[in-house]
């Protein structure tokens, strides 16, 4: 099983940033895609932002392509998610979770990913 761990969530002024964690043990992880998935209070969780595992491609959720970026260090088994120029409309608890399809095109859907974190909030003020 995959245990993956969210960290750097926090609270943060609109415009500013922060870098949020994924770290993932337990698997042949070199298998797995990772996203990035957020959920609002009242609303479906969304996709972020996905990375392939082995081949480096990157998707983005139109409303976050310019201001995040997604990241990876295999060495360490972590992925990352930088945001910048954050609003409050960000403000969502925060997920990270992996698939077996390293297909970009099937990462943007929840259904695809196997195994999720735990979550971590992040709330933007105005």
């Known amino acids: 099983q995959v245990q993956l761990v969210e960290s750097g969530g926090g609270l943060v002024q609109a415009g500013g940033s922060l870098r949020l964690s994924c770290d993932a043990s337990?698997?042949?992880?070199?298998?797995?895609?990772m996203g990035w998935f957020r959920q609002a209070p009242g609303k479906e969780r969304e996709f972020v932002a996905a990375?392939?595992?082995?081949?480096?491609?990157?998707v983005y959720a139109n409303s976050v392509k310019v201001r995040f970026t997604i990241s990876r260090d295999n060495a360490n088994n972590t992925v990352y998610l930088q945001m910048n120029s954050l609003k409050p409309e960000d403000t969502a608890v925060y997920y990270c979770?992996?698939?077996?399809?390293?297909?970009?095109?099937?990462?943007?859907?929840?259904?695809?990913?196997?195994?999720w974190g735990q979550g971590t909030q992040v709330t933007v003020s105005s």
């Open positions: 990375i392939t595992w082995s081949a480096g491609s990157s």
């Open positions: 979770a992996a698939s077996s399809s390293r297909r970009p095109g099937t990462l943007y859907y929840s259904m695809r990913y196997d195994y």
């Open positions: 337990g698997g042949t992880l070199s298998s797995y895609s």
